[in-house]
């Protein structure tokens, strides 16, 4: 999904692939001012083969013992109890209420600089979309622990590859903005419409009870 994203961006002009990560360097030397930055972390070899695959196995490990606090919550907590109400209504509902959570840091300026206001919508969006997402796989588990993975991928290799890219406005650009927020929906919808659906409409919270396996 952050690749697609990436990849569309970059063909309507939203975002200029950068295989030298300039801009995290650029911004690393501003909060180290004075301090040079070793040339092997420069290197085709770090830049293009150490960092992707570091962020895609010990970063997913690392990241996922802190998102699998917050899917312990959203997915293995929340979510079951919303069963009641309907699959969807119970993973849309927990996007809301899991986007709603970000907007304090949202509003400080964090994720979308330029647009804090606008940003707490995006976010909010952003979340719905793949709490429809970490929900299908929720349900189709019965568990939170691949949540927590996805979750963990989401926050390491995806949103590292960005550090690939610049000039673009995260409002709309990337994996947060709203080209990354549409290439996200049309994975839930395909996940609901093609998965298996009518597995996932009729649990109606059968299949997940508040007392079912994390």
């Given at each position: 999904?952050?690749?697609?994203a990436?990849?569309?961006?970059?063909?309507?002009?939203?975002?200029?692939f950068?295989p030298?990560a300039?801009a995290m360097?650029e911004?690393?030397?501003?909060a180290?001012?004075?301090k040079?930055?070793?040339?092997?972390?420069?290197s085709p070899?770090?830049?293009?083969?150490?960092?992707?695959?570091?962020?895609?196995t010990f970063?997913?490990?690392?990241?996922?013992?802190f998102?699998?606090g917050?899917?312990?919550g959203?997915?293995?907590y929340l979510?079951?109890?919303?069963?009641?109400?309907?699959t969807?209504?119970?993973m849309?509902?927990t996007?809301?209420i899991?986007?709603?959570?970000?907007?304090p840091?949202i509003?400080?300026?964090?994720?979308?600089p330029k647009?804090?206001?606008?940003g707490?919508?995006?976010?909010i969006?952003f979340?719905?979309?793949?709490?429809?997402?970490?929900?299908w796989?929720r349900?189709r588990?019965g568990?939170?622990?691949?949540?927590?993975?996805?979750?963990a991928?989401?926050?390491?290799?995806?949103?590292?590859?960005?550090?690939?890219?610049?000039?673009?406005?995260t409002a709309?650009g990337?994996?947060t903005?709203?080209i990354?927020?549409g290439?996200?929906?049309?994975?839930?919808?395909?996940?609901?419409?093609?998965?298996k659906?009518?597995?996932?409409?009729?649990?109606?919270g059968?299949?997940?009870?508040p007392?079912?396996d994390?």
């Open positions: 999904i952050s690749l697609s990436a990849f569309l961006s970059v063909l309507l002009g939203q975002a200029r950068d030298y300039t360097w911004m690393t030397q501003k180290h001012p004075g040079p930055v070793l040339e092997f972390f420069r070899l770090f830049l293009w083969v150490l960092m992707p695959l570091t962020n895609l970063g997913v490990v690392i990241t996922s013992l998102t699998f917050e899917e312990f959203w997915r293995g979510q079951v109890r919303l069963m009641r109400y309907g969807l209504t119970a849309v509902l996007g809301i899991w986007g709603l959570w970000h907007a840091i509003l400080q300026g964090h994720n979308y647009h804090p206001q606008i707490t919508l995006l976010m969006a979340c719905v979309v793949w709490s429809v997402i970490l929900g796989m349900v588990s568990s939170v622990f691949p949540c927590a993975v996805a979750h991928s989401l926050n390491s290799p995806a949103a590292g590859m960005m550090t690939y890219f610049r000039n673009y406005d709309v990337m994996l903005g709203v990354g927020i290439v996200a929906a049309g994975v839930a919808f395909a996940l609901w419409q093609l998965a659906p009518h597995q996932m409409r009729n649990s109606g059968r299949s997940l009870s007392a079912g994390i």
